[in-house]
């Protein structure tokens, strides 16, 4: 079912009103990264800032880690290498998944057929496998395009089947019959897909790609240090966290709100896979 | 029934066959003299037919035979996918079926965006955290000599162990459960038949229990792919927080030391897995749902 059809479900004003809050999250995250250096009391990876695995106060209003680091300005430094990564990553989705699966949507049959069946194998992968696959086959400094590939079959099947089901509609046959193109009509079909659903495609891309991410990133395959994105910050935080929570709880708090944000903007359904 | 049938196991073996292609693929890359296009293609090509006689090459880490390594680690993957399929239907099919109804789902909607907002590693680590400081439960994320014992085997401890990994997966698919059944609860609570059965003088029990469940149950069944390739990806994440080593926890690994034979079948596994899923729920779904029609 689509996120149309389950949308249904919910009120509209409601549903506006969550997207709003969506887009509106993801503004303030993008201009929290624009002034990350601003913001963040310290450049990024600087220790010995303030004892060891201090606890939130007043100087420190996030708490220091185990290497004195204020975990404040990491946070703020690893949102911003995430968003960045992950914009890069959804960009790799949509022109990948997106554009390529409502292109193929519309070639001859039996290579449409055949490319969606082959996306239809590596989207039956879960995609952090695939993620961590590329990675491994090319370099960690590619963990964006890994991510961004690794997210692509599941948004080229989306967008193939919904173009798939426009070119056998009737406003499809209406236009083949008065002489237009197939190259005409895909044009103009493509421009008002991406008019009507680039927000939602790249909000919902951008969710996807952040967890892939954040995940490969957990498992050491993602961002290198001194560029630590907040899964790695999660991971360094795990050997400490359960007697220094700040530690990993701000930097995982800040990946569950950019997640929300891009899940709500992208309207998807409570639990719906981006 | 059987033309359906027949048409999704073309289906699965469509799947399984691209799968295999991929996983040849992959596991050509360890073949010895496969730089250049053409060498490449060949290595694809005796991969295939190797995979074809289930000989599946040798683990480039431990020497072993590669279906042999596998078979030591799979249990203990399909395990905590089984039990965390479980863990999934007790906490999601209420859920599903509680938010079906739009009052209730409105109220906790913000409440489950947020949950499903995490990712698996920081729901693992944030369950750890929680059954350390609550429960007072040992917790593997930081020891992994303490994970060593397998999953559910005796003692009180080694539940203890077992219990977070699959609660970790469990809550992962329950976001998948209970998604599956709202949707399918919801249309069914706005199918036209009901108001017909009510005038035939069906109770409203009798009405749910011969006509709506069947259907919730399709539902749910016609999205077992789904929830399977949630319920692995979890695995995943899982197996590496808690330090369990499992076929999952061996991907990773296997991918790290560039051991491509391994990595090429379990991949295979694992789409096959998802596929299998997917086929025998969708076959499921249509014959509850045509058992439902006659």
């Known amino acids: 079912m689509s996120a149309t059809e389950s949308a249904s479900q919910t009120a509209p004003f409601l549903r506006a009103a969550l997207r709003l809050i969506g887009w509106s999250g993801l503004g303030l995250i993008a201009v929290a990264v624009a002034l990350s250096d601003f913001l963040a009391h310290f450049p990024a990876g600087v220790g010995g800032v303030g004892p060891m695995l201090a606890a939130p106060s007043a100087l420190h209003a996030f708490g220091t880690d185990l290497l004195g680091r204020d975990v404040l300005s990491e946070t703020l430094h690893g949102l911003s290498v995430t968003v960045v990564r992950a914009f890069l990553g959804a960009l790799v989705a949509i022109a990948v998944g997106g554009l390529f699966g409502a292109v193929a949507a519309r070639l001859p049959r039996v290579m449409g057929l055949t490319l969606r069946g082959a996306m239809g194998v590596l989207a039956a992968i879960p995609a952090l496998l695939l993620a961590i696959l590329a990675i491994g086959l090319s370099a960690r400094l590619y963990a964006p395009l890994a991510a961004g590939l690794a997210a692509a079959p599941l948004a080229f099947v989306r967008a193939h089947d919904r173009v798939d089901a426009l070119s056998r509609s009737t406003h499809a046959e209406y236009a083949r019959a008065t002489g237009i193109s197939a190259s005409t009509l895909l044009r103009r079909d493509l421009t008002y897909e991406f008019r009507d659903t680039l927000a939602t495609v790249a909000a919902r891309a951008l969710a996807a790609v952040t967890i892939i991410l954040s995940t490969v990133s957990f498992l050491g395959f993602g961002a290198t240090p001194p560029a630590r994105d907040l899964g790695l910050m999660i991971a360094a935080a795990r050997a400490n966290y359960l007697h220094a929570w700040w530690t990993a709880a701000f930097p995982a708090l800040a990946l569950v709100v950019l997640i929300l944000c891009a899940r709500l903007a992208a309207d998807l359904d409570e639990g719906e896979r981006p | ?294």
């Open chain 2, 1 to 294: 029934m059987l033309k359906f049938a027949a048409r999704q196991a073309g289906r699965f073996a469509l799947g399984l066959l691209g799968a295999m292609v991929l996983a040849a693929a992959i596991s050509a890359i360890a073949a010895p003299r496969a730089h250049g296009l053409a060498p490449f293609l060949e290595a694809i090509c005796l991969r295939f037919w190797a995979f074809a006689q289930l000989d599946f090459g040798r683990s480039a880490i431990s020497g072993l035979a590669a279906i042999d390594e596998l078979g030591l680690r799979m249990p203990a993957t399909l395990a905590l996918v089984l039990a965390g399929g479980g863990v999934a239907l007790i906490v999601g099919a209420p859920l599903g079926l509680l938010f079906g109804a739009g009052p209730i789902r409105r109220a906790a909607a913000p409440l489950i965006q947020i949950v499903t907002a995490a990712p698996v590693f920081c729901a693992g680590l944030a369950l750890a955290y929680g059954a350390a400081h609550l429960l007072h439960w040992p917790v593997s994320v930081n020891a992994p000599e303490m994970s060593a014992t397998p999953i559910f085997s005796r003692g009180a401890q080694s539940l203890e162990f077992a219990l977070l990994p699959v609660l970790t997966v469990g809550l992962a698919g329950a976001a998948a459960v209970q998604l599956a059944l709202r949707r399918v609860a919801a249309q069914s609570a706005r199918e036209a038949f009901r108001t017909g059965l009510k005038r035939m003088g069906l109770s409203a029990l009798e009405i749910e229990w011969v006509y709506a469940v069947p259907r919730v149950i399709a539902g749910l069944l016609a999205n077992a792919g789904e929830i399977m390739l949630t319920l692995l990806s979890a695995a995943v994440v899982t197996e590496w927080v808690f330090h369990r080593s499992g076929a999952a926890d061996l991907f990773v690994k296997s991918v790290a030391l560039e051991d491509w034979n391994m990595t090429a079948l379990i991949l295979f596994i694992f789409a096959g897995l998802a596929f299998l899923a997917d086929f025998l729920g969708r076959v499921g779904a249509h014959a509850l749902v045509n058992e439902d029609k006659k």
